[in-house]
């Protein structure tokens, strides 16, 4: 009685620990909706500091976008009181993809994508996908911050939160709820399989090594490689010599580009400056007369430094050489003075 | 008066509803005043307009020249206020000015609505402005004065005001302003009415530069008799982005529509224009 007591024994936890081998295998599915940042999770990445539980933070999601798109705070995602009397993020950001490899950041390459899907060509790197970098204000950020604002902001995504809403827009912080509705927003924004045009082959590859411990690493660096993990940006200096300018010859229907969907984005009918700009030939002579003087109205300095006047909190940001190449500065050079005539 | 007002409201409505999709045409006036006039700009929504404006004495003629330094000496009226932007078509207007009538120390409110608005579809703009004049200064013990206030009301004088404009081309804008003021207190046998009709313009000469021009032609017997004149002005305006600067020549001795239509007197032949300067400074509230 007592050996078969015992047989009957292992027999059940022969089974049971058999059932719990082939229960433990991950069906975790990919297609091209799946977030990339939970795929990375399934290959072992650790949970970035600023992810958020997507079921109790989704009625954040429209009082951030509320923020965000229209620089208005309230807890209905309606209405409500400014974050900022000069700027609303999308002043510098888009919202969506604007760089057809994502991985590269090329702004002749954004200039031509802005073109084809309406988009306006903007100092700020994409809101699309925020979330799913690992640094923020990189490059030659650091030198126009200080650094005990500006450190903290590059590990932390709610801190870049509030570094750009105090010094960016130059309006308010957030408060807490304030934050985490714009982050929930930012989450909805984030990198799906599909943004990575990846193919059907690799897709499966994928799925497939998130059981397979020895592929999870070489995955994550493939994943990884197929979009920028940080934005960088090197700050232009403007020519020494203005009249001689960057050397390049300039394309002015390409100038025009950069003219209406980055100048007028910001100066059309004085949208979020007082200097406004439009399509009169007095702006072009304008700004041909006064691109090559060594003024702060020239146009190589103010795109080389941005434009600021003391005592006055609204700005214009400069632009960094991944977001206007200097021929572009040259195409809008050109434009101006085939316009002026 | 309700009537009046249930028309105005009624207009407001429609006319806001049917301007919503076009592209409307900004900027026919740089600033929401020409020199003399209101222009039929208003203020971005959340916009503030800071203000000063300034009238010298007479440049020539008795009370000019040299003795007075062409004026220079003199200030016939003086204007600080401010303007904000309450939405697009809304701006609200609050100023303080000297005076230059009979009536002094004079606080002005004024309401500006953008009925209409200039797009490819509808060739003028049309801002409607309401607003009163209220005399702060102390009353005069004479019984035969102006400033005498024997009731409170007297303080007060109201002006209606239609401002149809057409940006013709980036150089070129057009207003006509047909105003109704109403003093509460006149002189014995001047009208507590009139009806007046003005025109201002602009001329860009640069992105910076502009000529302005306006002139108001009120209907009253004393105007007709030459008791009184047309106000008339011309300016260069300088815009730097955020300050739009001007310099005038103008014979209005005052500045507020209830001063300056009903009392100028000033004669250009006569040397009796002045000069003037205006500063605006806008801001982000």
């Not at chain 1, 020239?298 to 021929?327: C, D, F």
């Not at chain 2, 009353?139 to 013709?168: G, M, T």
């Not at chain 2, 002005?233 to 982005?241: A, S, Y």
Request: neutral net charge.
């Amino acid at each position: 009685m007592k050996n078969i007591a015992f047989v009957t024994f292992l027999i059940i936890s022969i089974i049971i620990f058999a059932a719990s081998t082939f229960i433990d295998k991950n069906n975790f599915e990919i297609n091209e909706n799946t977030p990339v940042a939970e795929v990375l999770l399934q290959l072992g990445e650790p949970t970035p500091d600023h992810t958020q539980n997507k079921e109790t933070t989704k009625d954040l999601v429209a009082i951030g976008k509320n923020i965000v798109l229209n620089g208005l705070s309230s807890k209905t995602g309606e209405g409500g009181r400014r974050q900022s009397k000069h700027f609303v993020c999308t002043s510098c950001h888009n919202v969506q993809r604007e760089d057809p490899i994502l991985s590269i950041s090329d702004p002749e390459a954004r200039l031509e994508y802005a073109q084809q899907n309406g988009l306006p060509f903007l100092q700020g790197t994409t809101l699309h996908g925020v979330v799913n970098r690992e640094s923020w204000y990189n490059g030659d950020y650091d030198k126009k911050y200080d650094p005990r604002k500006i450190k903290p902001a590059q590990t932390d995504l709610r801190e870049a939160i509030q570094l750009c809403a105090t010094e960016c827009a130059q309006g308010r912080e957030l408060k807490d709820w304030e934050l985490e509705s714009v982050l929930a927003y930012l989450w909805t924004l984030e990198l799906k399989m599909d943004d990575l045009d990846l193919s059907n082959a690799d897709l499966q590859r994928i799925e497939n090594g998130i059981n397979d411990a020895s592929q999870r690493s070489e995955l994550v660096q493939f994943i990884k490689s197929k979009y920028s993990q940080a934005s960088p940006a090197t700050f232009i200096d403007q020519p020494d010599n203005l009249e001689a300018g960057y050397q390049l010859k300039g394309n002015a229907d390409k100038g025009k580009l950069v003219y209406d969907l980055s100048c007028k984005h910001c100066h059309e009918n004085g949208r979020y400056s007082m200097f406004v700009l439009g399509d009169s030939k007095m702006d072009y002579r304008f700004m041909k007369r006064n691109f090559t003087k060594y003024t702060r109205y020239s146009t190589y300095h103010v795109i080389s430094y941005g434009y600021a006047t003391n005592g006055k909190r609204q700005y214009m940001p400069n632009y960094t050489l991944e977001r206007m190449s200097k021929q572009q500065i040259e195409d809008l050079r050109a434009f101006f003075e085939r316009e002026s005539e | 008066m309700k009537k009046i007002t249930i028309i105005l409201l009624a207009f407001v409505c429609l006319t806001h509803t049917y301007a919503q999709e076009r592209e409307l045409v900004q900027r026919t006036f740089k600033s929401t005043r020409v020199i003399n006039t209101h222009s039929v700009e208003t203020l971005q929504k959340n916009k503030l307009d800071f203000r000063v404006g300034h009238r010298f004495g007479d440049l020539a003629g008795d009370a000019g020249g040299w003795a007075t330094f062409y004026g220079l000496e003199n200030a016939s009226d003086v204007l600080i206020g401010f303007q904000y932007g309450i939405t697009d078509r809304l701006t609200a207007v609050l100023t303080r000015t000297k005076g230059a009538g009979p009536h002094r120390a004079i606080v002005n409110a004024q309401l500006k609505y953008r009925a209409l608005w200039q797009n490819d579809e509808m060739p003028v703009s049309v801002t409607l402005l309401a607003g009163t004049g209220f005399s702060t200064m102390q009353a005069s013990e004479n019984p035969e004065a102006l400033n005498r206030f024997e009731k409170y009301s007297h303080r007060f004088s109201y002006v209606y005001q239609a401002h149809i404009a057409r940006k013709f081309s980036d150089r070129f804008s057009l207003q006509i302003t047909p105003s109704y003021i109403h003093r509460n207190i006149t002189a014995f046998d001047i009208d507590n009415d009139i009806f007046s009709i003005g025109a201002a313009a602009r001329v860009q000469l640069s992105k910076v530069y502009a000529i302005l021009v306006d002139v108001t032609a009120p209907f009253s017997e004393q105007h007709s008799n030459g008791d009184f004149t047309l106000p008339v002005g011309f300016g260069l305006e300088i815009d730097t982005g955020g300050h739009i600067f001007q310099i005038n020549l103008t014979n209005a001795q005052g500045m507020a529509e209830t001063d300056y239509i009903p009392y100028t007197n000033a004669l250009w032949a006569e040397g009796q224009f002045r000069l003037g300067f205006t500063i605006s400074r806008l801001f982000n509230l």
